[in-house]
């Protein structure tokens, strides 16, 4: 009998801990979605709304890369520092160089095709990547993949085509006047999937090979990242410029600087839902949070649909999803062909 009070105790501390679970859930959940929405909402603003009366649009996309890049490696360096890790590098700094060439030409291709295409035809776009992913992944870490993987791949794909393709016959948003070019659009996303396919990849190799630390990587990365922007800018003369209309257009500045905070914090949201709750939670609030992002910049932006980029976007959703929830449940096959989901993930290109 002195043994009966143990029970409802221990019931109570299990209520306690899914309590303590669901707020760290709702934490990722309101972290992620909300600093990547505002991060796609100032993209998009950056890249396709003139500022000032004499409606300038802001060409620098290498100096956004550059900004956020800065940022987020000042940030791992502290965050390396307070949790007394090694600052060493694990791997090779070609390596790390590589991944920071690779990442850089991404980003680069997505804000440039955003001067050619709508945010929604972009986000969209960017849930082919699956097929590029296993291209590199077949070649670099030498992986073999299912026939579910490749059926949701050409699923997702043919979703994306019919959204690129059938666009809605008249935009009336303002920011559009003779900039839509979908070749050029499409051209720059082509580049950026099989540059993200490539650095999602050769990332997920150096972790199995070095066994690094996830802000290791982040530091060295985004540090090769910076010089690597920097004598870009440099090279093109775009740096002072870049200034000089930031200077001139105070918004465009504090623009570029929430994006650049947003950018890093997603970073360590993204980084702590992985960790704490795994790939799975992780694919199932980025699938969300692009559903999201499409529909707010829809209205925010004034890019109305067609019924087939409707009828587009529902096949590539519901394919995300199914894919997502079929891997709820346990398969020795997932374990080794699945295509690498956010090992080091990237805010700047989700």
Not at 79 to 105: E, G, R
Request: proline share 5%.
């Amino acid at each position: 009998m002195a043994d009966e009070p143990a029970l409802p105790v221990a019931a109570g501390r299990d209520k306690d801990e899914r309590r303590r679970l669901m707020g760290r859930c709702a934490l990722a959940v309101v972290g992620i979605m909300s600093t990547l929405l505002v991060y796609g909402v100032l993209q998009e603003k950056l890249m396709r709304v003139p500022y000032g009366a004499e409606k300038e649009f802001f060409r620098y996309s290498l100096f956004l890369v550059f900004c956020n890049r800065i940022t987020t490696s000042m940030v791992s360096a502290l965050v390396l520092l307070s949790s007394k890790k090694s600052t060493d590098p694990v791997a090779p700094i070609q390596k790390y160089c590589v991944v920071s060439f690779s990442n850089i030409l991404t980003t680069t291709c997505q804000y440039e095709a955003l001067k050619y295409v709508s945010f929604p035809v972009q986000t969209l776009a960017k849930c082919a990547k699956m097929i590029p992913v296993m291209i590199w992944g077949t070649i670099i870490m030498k992986k073999k993949y299912g026939g579910k993987d490749y059926f949701f791949a050409v699923i997702v794909t043919m979703g994306c085509s019919l959204f690129i393709l059938y666009p809605a016959s008249m935009d009336v948003s303002p920011l559009n006047k003779g900039r839509e070019s979908t070749v050029w659009g499409v051209s720059l996303m082509l580049g950026y999937l099989g540059f993200d396919g490539f650095t999602s990849t050769f990332q997920d190799k150096l972790f199995k090979g070095y066994e690094m630390e996830i802000h290791n990587q982040i530091f060295y990365t985004t540090m090769c990242s910076c010089v690597i922007s920097l004598s870009g800018l440099i090279l093109q003369n775009h740096l002072l410029p870049a200034v000089d209309f930031m200077v001139r257009h105070p918004d465009c500045f504090y623009d570029v600087l929430i994006l650049s905070t947003v950018a890093t914090a997603s970073q360590f949201f993204i980084s702590y839902t992985i960790r704490t709750f795994g790939a799975l939670t992780f694919a199932t609030i980025m699938t969300t949070r692009q559903l999201v992002s499409i529909l707010l910049s829809c209205v925010w932006f004034v890019h109305p649909l067609s019924w087939m980029q409707w009828v587009g976007a529902a096949i590539v959703f519901g394919a995300l999803y199914a894919k997502t929830f079929s891997r709820s449940k346990p398969q020795k096959a997932a374990a080794t062909s699945s295509p690498p989901q956010g090992s080091a993930p990237n805010a700047a290109n989700s």
